[in-house]
């Protein structure tokens, strides 16, 4: 089977605060490290059960989050940008969805470094009249080509937003949010023997996990930091509609618009 692996790196074991997240900060390398190797533990427990696996690796986190030397072979990786343009338009046939290292959608209480897209730009999303962050937004997205999340890694906050949209996913909390920047972690080693155990069993009762999908029409709702203004903003089968200066809603039926207007 084909196999995605989205990592991100606020999620990882260890990682509660930004300085940790930043390029150009001494902290980062050991997070990525860390994440690295829950990434690597997840393709160990995806080829425990599909020995025969095609697996894709996509760095999300901006910077990169994945050390490129330290990466298992067995599997492909690019950038969050390529994939973007390459793998997600159509998804070329993938079977299932799998992330590590994620974090929760922003606005969650205690939940370590949530956010989504960008703290410094983005309030929140709600599609469909659903809080969404960016796990759900990609979920509905490779719902609606087939595609099964079936695992997921990240604190327990997030944990709790993924299986509230995506019944009997499996997860695996690596640490406990105490706040915005605090937590309490599994061990770098405990978390990627529970990741590796866990990416096992999701993809040998794949099966169990339905494609995340809502049925049309859709509309996808954004809140600002900062006013911005989409009065002049044309897109071909959406409709668009400013709510106030800080919040713009998009009105479509098919849920491919959503990579369009997703900003």
Same mark, same amino acid.
């Given at each position: 089977? $084909?196999?995605?692996?989205?990592?991100?790196?606020?999620g990882?074991?260890?990682? /509660?605060?930004?300085?940790?997240?930043?390029?150009?900060?001494?902290?980062?390398?050991?997070?990525m490290?860390q994440?690295t190797?829950?990434? *690597?533990?997840?393709i160990?427990?995806?080829?425990?059960?599909?020995?025969?696996?095609?697996?894709?690796?996509?760095?999300?986190?901006?910077?990169?989050?994945?050390?490129?030397?330290?990466? /298992?072979?067995?599997?492909?990786?690019?950038?969050? @940008?390529?994939?973007?343009?390459?793998i997600?338009? /159509?998804?070329?046939?993938f *079977?299932?969805?799998?992330?590590?290292? %994620?974090?929760?959608?922003?606005g969650?209480?205690?939940?370590?470094?949530?956010?989504?897209?960008?703290?410094?730009?983005?309030?929140?999303?709600?599609?469909?009249?659903?809080f969404?962050?960016?796990?759900?937004?990609e979920?509905?997205?490779a719902?609606?080509?087939?595609?099964?999340?079936?695992?997921?890694?990240?604190?327990?906050?997030?944990?709790?937003?993924?299986?509230?949209l995506?019944? *009997?996913?499996?997860?695996?909390?690596?640490?406990?949010?105490t706040?915005? %920047?605090?937590?309490r972690?599994?061990?770098?080693e405990?978390?990627?023997?529970?990741?590796?155990?866990?990416?096992?069993?999701?993809?040998?009762?794949?099966?169990?996990v339905?494609?995340?999908?809502?049925?049309?029409?859709?509309t996808h709702?954004?809140?600002?930091?900062?006013?911005?203004?989409? @009065?002049?903003? $044309?897109?071909?089968?959406?409709?668009?509609?400013?709510? /106030?200066?800080?919040?713009?809603?998009?009105?479509?039926?098919?849920?491919?618009?959503? %990579?369009?207007?997703?900003?």
């Amino acid at each position: 089977m $084909k196999h995605i692996i989205m990592a991100d790196l606020e999620g990882a074991a260890g990682v /509660d605060r930004f300085s940790q997240t930043y390029a150009d900060e001494p902290f980062k390398r050991a997070a990525m490290l860390q994440l690295t190797r829950e990434v *690597n533990a997840c393709i160990d427990g995806v080829h425990a059960a599909d020995p025969q696996a095609d697996i894709y690796v996509i760095d999300r986190h901006g910077g990169g989050g994945i050390i490129a030397e330290e990466r /298992d072979p067995r599997a492909y990786y690019a950038p969050w @940008g390529v994939a973007r343009r390459e793998i997600f338009p /159509d998804y070329r046939g993938f *079977n299932t969805y799998l992330y590590v290292g %994620q974090h929760a959608m922003a606005g969650l209480v205690n939940a370590p470094l949530c956010h989504t897209d960008s703290s410094k730009q983005v309030v929140y999303k709600r599609f469909n009249g659903v809080f969404v962050g960016e796990f759900g937004i990609e979920a509905l997205r490779a719902g609606n080509h087939g595609v099964r999340v079936i695992f997921f890694a990240g604190d327990d906050k997030a944990v709790a937003e993924a299986r509230a949209l995506v019944p *009997n996913i499996v997860t695996v909390a690596t640490k406990r949010g105490t706040g915005w %920047q605090r937590g309490r972690h599994l061990s770098d080693e405990e978390a990627c023997r529970a990741i590796r155990a866990g990416a096992a069993e999701a993809v040998r009762q794949y099966r169990r996990v339905a494609p995340l999908r809502m049925e049309p029409p859709y509309t996808h709702e954004i809140r600002f930091v900062y006013p911005r203004q989409f @009065g002049h903003m $044309k897109v071909e089968g959406v409709r668009v509609t400013q709510l /106030d200066p800080y919040t713009v809603l998009f009105r479509f039926d098919d849920l491919d618009r959503l %990579q369009v207007v997703d900003l």
